[in-house]
């Protein structure tokens, strides 16, 4: 017997969740600062659990949350929620991106990248910011835009 899973169902399914969530408490409990490190009560997160909960990282109306189906919480992030610190392009033209916290995001195309005067975004899932680290940063200036 074979199953077949759409591609993002897990996503839709989050997605939902984050409309109807109410927050558990207005407390902030995490941040993320302007170098991409992630707090807790003002200790910082160890890599393993800032990839955890990244995986629960959601944007809504320009608020981050990490939302489950059982809990939303409010994330204060001073920038963008990650750092782009490489990036590779495929046969297809896709971009396999690594983030300062070694998560790997994949965008459809070069459009996807938005060029500001002093900054490179790249909108990821869930409506997530991410922000291409400077060393990177200047690359894609050299590659794309030089």
Aim: charged letters at 25%.
């Amino acid at each position: 017997m074979s199953t077949t899973h759409e591609s993002g169902s897990a996503g839709d399914v989050l997605a939902s969740f984050s409309n109807r969530q109410d927050l558990c408490t207005e407390t902030v409990f995490f941040e993320i600062n302007a170098k991409g490190d992630w707090f807790y009560q003002s200790g910082k997160l160890p890599l393993k659990f800032c990839k955890l909960f990244a995986s629960i990282l959601n944007r809504i109306d320009d608020e981050y949350f990490l939302i489950t189906p059982v809990e939303k919480l409010r994330v204060k992030v001073v920038e963008q929620a990650l750092l782009i610190v490489d990036y590779q392009a495929d046969d297809d033209g896709h971009y396999l991106l690594q983030s300062n916290i070694e998560t790997e995001h994949i965008i459809k195309d070069f459009d996807e990248f938005i060029v500001h005067d002093d900054a490179v975004i790249v909108i990821l899932a869930r409506g997530v910011e991410a922000k291409l680290a400077r060393a990177c940063f200047y690359r894609f200036v050299n590659e794309f835009i030089a």
